[in-house]
């Protein structure tokens, strides 16, 4: 993986090296920024808790928020970017042990795993998301065992007949 | 127009006949079809037309007086080379800044430019206007030099590859987006590593999808995507997560499901074109010579005709009897108008090299989240909710959403 890399590579990596740690600093700074500019969205019926964001596996999520008994979270909305105060550590923790989440109304402002549904937010555990992971991928290998092709010699007869 | 092809595009295409009810939120602006290469794949048919500033005034109220009220509006700049129009540009700028209905929590400014052109000026103005840029460039040299060359015939490699660079100073982000092509196929990997070797976090790859693809590449794609997916996998573990959108957005429709309706083309309807004379265009894609011919759907002054599109309908249903039975279909890109346009001629008709691409990114994708989540743990979780770049942005580890 690594060697392939190279073709380009020695140029390429030596590039990269220098600019990494340059880019880090930079994005870290850009980040602490954009926190703080980051406003109240306008649209804001178009992402928070009400949108359905699971259109197709809104079924599935229902029932394994049901099997998981997970509980709505409670969700602050904070102005002006203050991003889910104390949420750093929360991907491992508990949801029951979360009565608050700070929401600062952008896309990616719930520092903590977690799922919508049905107007609600339900936070999740590394096993629940674990679990939900492994579901939606055995779904979708099933489905790998039932698709169609469009032939080459179909797409011959397609072109000539928009030419014809 | 007779009434049969009206009510096919209303049928097949399931979208309104006219004219503008939809409310469209993405607006592709193109100020000039002048351009300083000549790269062979181009859609756009180059010529000195360029937009007047009367027209472009009459563009901007146009898109403010038809985009939603409350949504975000997404405008790009688009030629041509934009950036051959700079002063235009400005001047477009101001005139969407300074419009009474203008929100700048709203409203996202973006420019498509080749990166042949940029300047100290030029980085200070889409900085203080918060305007996105995406560079177009196909890769290394090699391949950059193949189809990307001036109207003189010279290479850009060495001058994009330079700005690239400044660029990534001078801007807080750079979007980066490759085409490949038939011949260039088998150095998509390298293309990946030379825009990663710039220091590039946000690549695109998009094929040309108006080239002749054969059996042959089609049958080389699963190992190309998945020379793709083991670049991806190995930044991550090396804690230096890209996006790479053949990847990425597949991720995101396999972990949802699939697309959802707004993700879904929404040429003429979500989205449209508009060409320096006030012509109206589904798609960005499809502006072509901008001259009214094939793809035209109205113009400013006449609002949008659906049934402009009629001819490009093919008929016997809204897509391909393989694609009805098949049960990746709603994880795969057939809705795409402009791709099945070039493909095939129709709107609405897939091509085989679509199809076998979509089949080998979904199967590269499933192996890809598959491995990386046995070594980290949650990992896609954010990209439910459609924003798969956080990855290359913040921690991983599952902690954004």
Known sequence: MTGSRLPHG????KLNQRKKEKQRVAENERKQIMTIQIPIQYDFHHFFPGKQLLWFNSKMVGELVASMKLVPAQVNIVAGGLRAAGAENMAGA???ALSAVAYDGSHGGIRALHLHFNNQIYILT????????QKILTDVKAKMNN???ISFEEGVILASMFEG | MSATPARAAHVILKIPLNNLGSRPRTYTLSITNRCNLACTYCYVVKSPTTM????????VDFIFQHAPPKSHLDIGFFGGEPLLEFPL????????????????????LSLTTNGTIFSDEIAAFLNAHAIRVCVSCDGPAHVQNLFRRTSAGKDTSAVVERNLLAMQQALPAVLVNAVYHPQTLRFLPDTLDYLSGLGLRQIYLNPDF??????????ELPAVYRALGERYIAWYLEDDPHFISLLDTKIAVLVRGGYRPLERCQMGTGELAITPDGGLYPCGRLIGSGTGKEFRIGTIESGVDMTQLAPRCAPGGEQNPECADCSLKDCCMTWCGCSNAFMTGYVNRVGPFLCASERALIQISMEVITELERQLGPLFLHHLSGEPQWNSREERKGKTL
């Not at chain 2, 007047?52 to 563009?59: D, F, S």
């Not at chain 2, 969407?96 to 203008?102: D, K, L, Q, R, V």
């Not at chain 2, 108006?210 to 049958?219: L, P």
Request: glycine residues 4%.
């Open chain 1, 10 to 13: 020695e140029v390429g990596q």
């Open chain 1, 94 to 96: 508990a949801p029951a």
């Open chain 1, 126 to 133: 590394d096993k629940q998301w674990a679990d939900i992971s």
């Open chain 1, 147 to 149: 698709i169609k092709e």
């Open chain 2, 52 to 59: 007047t500033l009367t027209m472009a005034r009459r563009a």
């Open chain 2, 89 to 108: 540009l400005q001047s477009i700028t101001d005139m969407i800044e300074n419009h009474p209905a203008y929100d700048p929590g709203r409203v996202i």
């Open chain 2, 210 to 219: 108006s080239a002749r693809w054969s059996r042959q590449e089609a049958q």
